[in-house]
Nanobody
Framework: EVQLVESGGGLVQAGGSLRLSCAASGFTFDDYAIGWFRQAPGKEREGVSYISISSSDGSRNYADSVKGRFTISRDNAKNTVYLQMNSLKPEDTAVYYC???????????????????WGQGTQVTVSS
């Protein structure tokens, strides 16, 4: 069974940091790209960050709203992807989801329909 489990969310003050984890099981982890998405109340889901199969080849992508503040990484030995979030803002408040998909241009561009497996999400709340 394919599973993606997010963790690391919580309540933090503006300017603070959190590190989200996405632990995968049930599939060959290093065959797939991973994306992070988020959805705030009343808003559409948006892509946050992408990392290709191998973190060493430098293929990452970030939404403009998080560039310079968020860093994505992966540890294929641990079947885990991380999202380090620094300088958090109240507008970062959302449920964060990780998803797995093929490593291609569409997933790199965080097209959500290209991702076939999704986690249940973890809540991030940033207070002002």
């Amino acid at each position: 069974e394919v599973q993606l489990v997010e963790s690391g969310g919580g309540l933090v003050q503006a300017g603070g940091s959190l590190r989200l984890s996405c632990a995968a099981s049930g599939f060959t982890f290093d065959d797939y790209a991973i994306g992070w998405f988020r959805q705030a109340p009343g808003k559409e889901r948006e892509g946050v960050s992408y990392i290709s199969i191998s973190s060493s080849d430098g293929s990452r992508n970030y939404a403009d709203s998080v560039k310079g503040r968020f860093t994505i990484s992966r540890d294929n030995a641990k079947n885990t992807v991380y999202l380090q979030m620094n300088s958090l803002k109240p507008e970062d408040t959302a449920v964060y989801y990780c998803a797995a998909g093929p490593s291609n241009l569409a997933t790199m561009r965080l097209r959500s329909t290209e991702y076939h497996s999704w986690g249940q999400g973890t809540q991030v709340t940033v207070s002002s």
